[in-house]
Structures are given as C-alpha cells and as structure tokens.
C-alpha cells in the first residue's frame, strides 16, 4: 500500500472504486489519511484497493480471532503492507476498524473472491500473506488454522489447493512434495518441467509486470523462495541432475 493508493483517489472515490463491505470500512476513516481530495479515479485499479484493503481487513479480523497481537505479527504485517511513515497511521486506522466491526470476515473474503475470480493465484498471494503473519510468532494457532481454512473455503479452495499453500508455512507433514502439488513418483523430467513453470507462474518480476501492488510482491517473493527449497529439498533426495540452475 502506498502513497500513490491512497493520495490519487479522494475519499469518496476510493469507497466507490472499492464497493461493497471493502468500501464501506475504507469510506469510514478515508478522510484521516487521503491527501487528495480532488475525488477524480486515476492510478491504481479498483482491483488493486480490493487486494490491497482486503488484505488488511482480513488480517484485522484473524487478529480479532486469535485475540492477541504479538510484535512478531505486526511486524509480519508490516512486511507484506509497506507504507511511508506518513501513512502507516491511517492503515493502522483501517486495521483497528476492521478488527472493530461486528461484521464478520465472511464479507470481505467474498467480495475478495467475487474480485479475482479468474485469478486464483492472486487469492492464494491474500492467503500466503495471512499465513505469513498467523506463523510470525512462531506458530499458528489453533484458531488462527480453523480462521485460514475458512477464509480459503470462502475463496472457492477445495481441500488440496489449502493444503498446498498450507504447506508453504505450516510444514504439517515437512513434505517438500506438498509444497509443489505433485506426487511422490512424478518422474524427473516432468517434476523438472512442473517446478519450472511454478517459477515463471510465482516469480516477483510477473507480479511488477502486471502492475500489483507492493504488497502482492513481497508475498510472491516469499512463495517463491518456498518453492526453491523445496524444489531443492527434493533434487538432494533424488539426484544432482536435478538441481537448479
């Protein structure tokens, strides 16, 4: 999240460019921290708030869910949602009246999903970013767990697309395999092939290309470097030949 999100949509425009329950909490205290209030609709794309928003509220109500916020979170938290100094009041605003409403999360994850439906990629990025703060102090409790699979059945994700991102952070099973979403007995060659085109797929230049915001990099960056340890992982279990490279 940056300046230009923020500074380029006047308040009532970025309630309206994000709609739905998104708009609403981004309408309630847009004022404390938009700089431009020209309310013209240029820069970032609705598609972009709606990442960007819906990653601060859901994090706000799995927060909400666990009940408490370590210093390891925040800072897990300010990784992935970097913003100059001058504006990390007004996210922190957002954060505390998503974590405020009695809503639930159902809504923004709905309204994430209903966004990037023909993307799910970008859905597992929201959701590598919720597990990447849940796991910051050490562990993802129980809580947290039931609050992630819920969150990833409001994406659509069936039972294998969850235990694949799952296994990027919480190595239930330490299954280098899992990571990749392949079976045990691919064959070398098609296992070469498979990881290739996830590095392609998952590579942070994709995401710069495609105009995503900031926060979508840093999580792509770190999935990215899951998949290389696994890949790795694998390649010392079964030969040189398939190491990287």
Known sequence: MSLGLWGKLGGAGLGLAAGGPLGALV????????????????????????????????????????????????????????????????????FDLAKRTTSGFEGYAQQVAETFRDEPALLEDVLDGLFHIAKA??????????????????????????????????????????????????????????????????????????GLPPAAVAIATRRLAAINAAYDRIAAERQPSLRRG
């Open 27 to 94: 309408g309630a205290v847009a004022g404390h921290f938009l700089v431009d209030r020209e309310g013209s609709l240029f820069g970032p794309t609705p598609r972009e708030v709606v990442f960007t928003t819906g990653l601060v509220a859901l994090a706000a109500k799995m927060a909400k869910s666990d009940g408490v916020v370590t210093p390891a979170e925040v800072a897990a938290f300010a990784d992935i949602v970097q913003v100059p100094d001058e504006e990390r009041a007004g996210v922190e605003r957002l």
């Open 137 to 210: 102090d050490g562990a993802i409790h129980e809580n947290e767990a039931r609050y992630l699979a819920a969150v990833a059945g409001a994406f659509g994700f069936d039972e294998a697309r969850y235990a694949r991102v799952a296994a990027r952070h919480m190595r239930l099973d330490d299954d280098p395999y899992e990571v990749l979403g392949v079976a045990r007995d691919l064959p070398d060659a098609v296992l070469r092939r498979h990881y290739r085109a996830l590095v392609a797929e998952n590579h942070p230049d994709r995401a710069v290309a495609r």
